[in-house]
Antibody
C-alpha cells in the first residue's frame, strides 16, 4: 500500500526558512517523478514543484522560484522541499504527491500524503 | 499558463439526485484532464483521469466526459458521503500544472 507522510511544517516568521520532508513507502520510489502541491487555508490547490525520478530535472511555480528547492534521496525514499525567504502567502498545507506512472510527466497525481501545515506569521 | 475555471462554485443537491459539475480550460488540454475529491481535513483523492477513466475503487456513479477545453463530472445518484469539494486539473501543458478553483457539493 502506498504511503506518503509529510513532516516539518511549523510556525515561522516572514523571511525565515523551513525544510519539509515526505517519507514514501509501498512503491518503488526511485521509479517515480514526484511533486509538492500546496493549499492555503480555505483555498484551492496550487502546484509548487516537481522533480524527476533520478533528480534529472526540477521545476517550480513562478511564485516560489528562486526561494524553494526540491530534492530527493532515493536511498532513503525521501522527498524534500527547502523553503527560504518565506512570505505570509506561503502559509498553506503542503502535500507531496506521486504521478500515476513512473517516468511520466503528463500523468495525474494518484496518491497524496496527508499534508503538513506551514504557517508564516510574525 | 492554462487557466481552469469551474462552475458552479457551490452545488446543493438532494440525495439520489444527479450532480453536474463543469470545468473549462483556457485552451485545449486534449484528454489530459483529471478530477479530484477533497473532503474536509483530508488530502485530495484522484477520482477520474484521462477525462473519463475512474481511478481504482471509485464508484460507478462518478463519470467524466468532455474534450479539448470543456469537461463535466457527473455524480449519477448523490450519496451523503459525496459531500466534498471537487477540483479539475489539467496535466497536458506543464509547467505549471493547474487546478480549477473547486466546486463544493452540498447535500440538501
Amino acid at each position: 500500500e502506498v504511503h506518503l507522510v509529510e513532516s516539518g511544517g511549523d510556525l515561522v516568521k516572514p523571511g525565515g526558512s523551513l525544510r519539509l520532508s515526505c517519507a514514501a513507502s509501498g512503491f518503488i520510489f526511485s521509479d517515480y517523478n514526484m511533486n509538492w502541491v500546496r493549499q492555503a487555508p480555505g483555498k484551492g490547490l496550487e502546484w509548487v514543484s516537481s522533480i524527476g525520478s533520478s533528480s534529472d530535472y526540477t521545476s517550480y511555480a513562478d511564485s516560489v522560484k528562486g526561494r524553494f528547492t526540491i530534492s530527493r534521496d532515493n536511498a532513503k525514499n525521501l522527498l524534500s522541499l527547502q523553503m527560504t525567504s518565506l512570505r505570509d502567502d506561503d502559509t498553506a498545507v503542503y502535500y507531496c504527491a506521486k504521478y500515476s506512472r513512473g517516468s511520466c510527466l503528463t500523468c495525474p497525481l494518484d496518491f497524496w500524503g496527508q499534508g503538513t501545515l506551514v504557517t508564516v506569521s510574525s | 499558463e492554462i487557466v481552469m475555471t469551474q462552475s458552479p462554485a457551490t452545488l446543493s443537491v438532494s440525495p439520489g439526485e444527479r450532480a453536474t459539475l463543469s470545468c473549462r480550460a483556457s485552451q485545449s488540454v486534449g484528454t489530459r484532464l483529471a478530477w479530484y475529491q477533497q473532503k474536509p481535513g483530508q488530502a485530495p483523492r484522484l477520482l477520474i483521469y484521462a477525462v473519463s477513466t475512474r481511478a481504482t475503487g471509485v464508484p460507478a456513479r462518478f463519470s467524466g466526459s468532455g474534450s479539448e477545453a470543456d469537461f463535466t463530472l457527473t455524480i449519477g445518484s448523490l450519496q451523503s458521503e459525496d459531500s466534498a469539494v471537487y477540483y479539475c486539473q489539467q496535466y497536458n501543458n506543464w509547467p505549471p500544472w493547474t487546478f480549477g478553483q473547486g466546486t463544493k457539493v452540498e447535500i440538501k
